[in-house]
């Protein structure tokens, strides 16, 4: 039985870090799988030589581009909001369009409700209600993800996290091989994704590392920014293999219809007819 599969993110990169391996095995085992983003990214850190000609956003959603195409998917969607930045202020609209932060939520949900109809979508992959590690757009995810799921009657919303635990110990193990700058807040991870008796879906994707490697890679400019959560991507590139295939080789998720503390399950497709 094939099914369609649609993650929803809110920056291209996204999908490389938290759903690239659940996107690529679904897409491997015959599934229809299709990335929508909510922003372009514009306002991601990026090194001078990526953001000097102001052509970050085109060259963004190539990357995503490029990621979705060693992922197996097949369809890739800007959903036209606006990069909101991670500044203490929201900057100013850009000509023509909305920053997503300021988007109205219910106009946001019906685009991407647009597209889960049409598409006809078994399960939506969004982001659990911290938005991961707090940035305004990815919170905003979450809120534009459930709603649209309500909207379109989608059957299964899957929430992408991580267990807590398993973040701090990852960035302990990658201090031993990295040093992460100064303005790297560790404890700021205590507060971020969510508990581990909150994870409902637990999915292997060790025989898809190398297209996780690869969606990773796609995000050249990501990998050049000078600091932050974004520069996360190139330390992690630089994690040993086996050591990065422990630490990635699974995703997490959160169906906020299951009872908390139950059963883990194992493949995002089980029981959907
Ligand atoms: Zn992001």
Redesign the pocket.
Known sequence: MSHTLLAF???P??EALLTSGTMARAAAEGHRVIVVVATD?ALGLASREYAADGALATRRLDELRRSAQALGVVRVEHLGYADSGLGPEVEPDPPGSTRFVRADTEEAAMRLAAILREERVDVLLSYDANGGYG?P??KKVHEVGARAAALAGTPRLLEATVPRDTITRAIDLVAKVYRFPPEFDRASFDRAFSARRDITHRISVRRHIAAKRASMRAHASQASADSGADRTLAAFLRIPRPLYDLVFGREWFIDPALPRGGRIRRDVFEGLS
Request: no cysteine; aromatic share 0%; hydrophobic share 10%.
């Open positions: 993110h809110a920056h990169d996204d990214g940035h757009d990815h």
